[in-house]
Every structure is written in structure tokens, then in C-alpha cells.
């Protein structure tokens, strides 16, 4: 199974700071790679896919990067609804989610 | 597009439940859908997937022949069937779209259903 590690499992900014958040794959998954923001009691939204394409609607300030085993999403301008739990997932052997990376309000 | 569940509730180990998830918006028999569950220990897990028409259908290990996936195109419905339920199995569980852009992700996911199994 592949296994996925974001680090950090937390992290705290204000609004206006640029964050970044890494997700690593166990083994290679090119880019089959998406990331998802969930806010407290709401189901996981898809603001990702495969590594670096922003799904519709979703804000420019968000980007994502990596191939292979390391990924990166960034946020560019924190806004307080950004504030939220993000989760990278592989589609590269079946589906596994990464732990979760919770940004809070410093 | 709109992912309506139901069926989630309060069960004893080693009995069943059955969760459903209404479609309604888009061209449900044209789409995979999933199952996802999310507890406060593990996080996000995959549960398992049935294509478009139902042929295919695949579990995760911890849920094999315990759990069953199946649709009904005609009502525009999903059915999470799950027996012999043990306290690890407690989550909130959701279904979810599948679409295939560049590769496959889940766009639209239900409200989430909280299964509880306890004595």
C-alpha cells in the first residue's frame, strides 16, 4: 500500500501569510495527486488535482507542485476562510489520504 | 449536483446497516462513486468504489467481505451495505463522486452519515 505524510500535521498564520504544506508518497505517484480542504463538520472539497490543476471555482491563491514522491500546496494570501484541515490523496494504486495538515488562525 | 444521505445511526457489533446516498443533478449512471469514512484516529480512509453501471466493484482490505457497494441507476442511488460491524468501523462515512480529469478525483461528496457501533 502506498502510504502518504504531510508534514506539519498543524500549523498556525495569520491572514496574508503564504503557507506551504508537503506531502511525500511512500513510493512514486508521477502526479496522481489531489488535495482537499475540510472545514469542521463539512464533507472534503476539491481544490486540486493530478499535483497542479485548480478545480473550477476554486480561488488563484491556491497552487499546488511536486511529481514523483514530494508534493507542495501553497496558499498565497491567507483569507480567513482558509482556514481549515487539507488533505492530499494518491490515485496512483487505488486511494489513500495523508493524515491531514490543520491550519489555524495564529 | 447534490449527494443526499441517509441510513447513518447508533449499532451493536457484529450487526448490520445499511447507508444509502441520493443523486440528483447530473447524469448519475455516468459516474464511478465512492464511499470515504473519516474517524478522529485514522483520518480520511478509502472504503471502496463501484463503477458507472456496477459491474466493477472495489473494497479496501479492512472491509472486505464485510461490506457491500451497490447502485441502482434507475432511482439514482447508492448503497453502502455493511454487515458483521465492529467498533472500528466507527466513523462518518460519505459517499462521493468520482470524475476523471487528467486522472480521478472526487468533485461532489455527500453530507456525511455517523455510524456508531457500540454495545
Known amino acids: 500500500d502506498i502510504q502518504m505524510t504531510q508534514s506539519p500535521s498543524s500549523l498556525s498564520a495569520s491572514v496574508g501569510d503564504r503557507v506551504t504544506i508537503t506531502c511525500r508518497a511512500s513510493q512514486s505517484i508521477s502526479t496522481y495527486l489531489n488535495w482537499y480542504q475540510q472545514k469542521p463538520g463539512k464533507a472534503p472539497k476539491l481544490l486540486i488535482y493530478?499535483?497542479?490543476t485548480l478545480q473550477s471555482g476554486v480561488p488563484s491563491r491556491f497552487s499546488g507542485s511536486g511529481s514523483g514522491t514530494d508534493f507542495t500546496l501553497t496558499i498565497n494570501g491567507l483569507q480567513p476562510e482558509d482556514f481549515a484541515t487539507y488533505y492530499c490523496q494518491q490515485k496512483y494504486s487505488m486511494y489513500t489520504f495523508g493524515q491531514g495538515t490543520k491550519l489555524e488562525i495564529k | 449536483v447534490q449527494l443526499v444521505q441517509s441510513g447513518g445511526g447508533v449499532v451493536q457489533p457484529g450487526r448490520s446497516l445499511r447507508l444509502s446516498c441520493a443523486a440528483s443533478?447530473?447524469?448519475?449512471?455516468?459516474?464511478?462513486m465512492h464511499w470515504v469514512r473519516q474517524t478522529p484516529g485514522k483520518g480520511l480512509e478509502w472504503v471502496g468504489l463501484i463503477s458507472y453501471e456496477g459491474g466493477d466493484v472495489f473494497y479496501a482490505d479492512y472491509v472486505k467481505g464485510r461490506f457491500t457497494i451497490s447502485r441502482d441507476n434507475s432511482e439514482n442511488t447508492l448503497h453502502l451495505q455493511m454487515n458483521d460491524l465492529r467498533p472500528e468501523d466507527t466513523a462518518v462515512y460519505y459517499c462521493a463522486r468520482e470524475v476523471i480529469i487528467i486522472i480521478s478525483a472526487f468533485d461532489y461528496w455527500g453530507q456525511g452519515a455517523l455510524v456508531t457501533v457500540s454495545s
Open positions: 443533478g447530473f447524469a448519475f449512471g455516468d459516474h464511478a
Open positions: 493530478a499535483a497542479s
